[in-house]
């Protein structure tokens, strides 16, 4: 299995999904795998230095103030793999090695609230 997942079973209201937001603490998979069925983008990080946490959190706050891709969740991984950082949406992944915004922004307008997913639309 690859970690984190990008599809799959998932808790139903009111467990998930998760709202908007950046999380300091990982927040229960089977949550947020809500998050990506209903069309949102969930970032993972780990291995980041403080500095690029930062870039993390301006990005959020920058895409979801400034576009209309509202539904974005970023948290903590600790065993996140083969990347420091890794967006997800519904049955799509990419792995960075750097906060790439310009890649990460690029990820974010393909795949929110794409058809691939199967509630494409759905509020958080």
Known sequence: TVLPPTSGDHWPVPGGPPKAGVYDALQPVDATIHNLEHG????????LSVAEVDQ???FFRDT???TKYSKILIEPYPALQGAKV?????RWRLNLDTVDTASLLKFVSVHYDSADAP???ATW
């Open 40 to 47: 949102g983008i969930v970032i993972f990080y780990n291995g």
């Open 56 to 58: 993390l959190k301006q």
């Open 86 to 90: 890794t967006a997800t949406a519904w």
């Open 64 to 66: 979801t103030t400034k």
């Open 119 to 121: 509630e494409p639309g």
